[in-house]
């Protein structure tokens, strides 16, 4: 190693590092998407649900199906989505949503 330059070898040894890195926040990333992917395909699994959620349909009950649906998104997909509702009418410049019971 007479013939290298020590920044060559400290570049040498960082450049690991550095490729580690960015394979951890690519691969970070990636589950990020994939997270986004399943939480959509989730929520839209919940259709199965509308007769129970919408006013005026007469089902007191949510169907086995439902449930099954309900079981199977992740909680933090269904906080964000509420979350994200929620923010729909301001962005649309209307009054905020106030809900009773």
Do not use: H, W
């Amino acid at each position: 190693m007479a013939g290298i330059k020590k920044s060559s070898v400290s570049s040498l040894y960082y450049t690991p590092a550095a490729l580690f890195l960015m394979f951890m926040t690519l691969g970070a990333e990636i589950k990020s998407v994939q997270s986004q992917q399943s939480c959509l395909q989730d929520i839209s699994n919940l259709s199965v649900c509308a007769q129970f959620v919408l006013p005026g349909q007469g089902v007191a009950t949510p169907s086995a199906e439902c449930c099954s649906a309900l079981q199977r998104v992740d909680s933090t997909c269904i906080c964000n989505t509420l979350r994200i509702a929620a923010r729909i009418p301001s962005a649309c410049s209307l009054p905020a949503l106030t809900c009773g019971d």
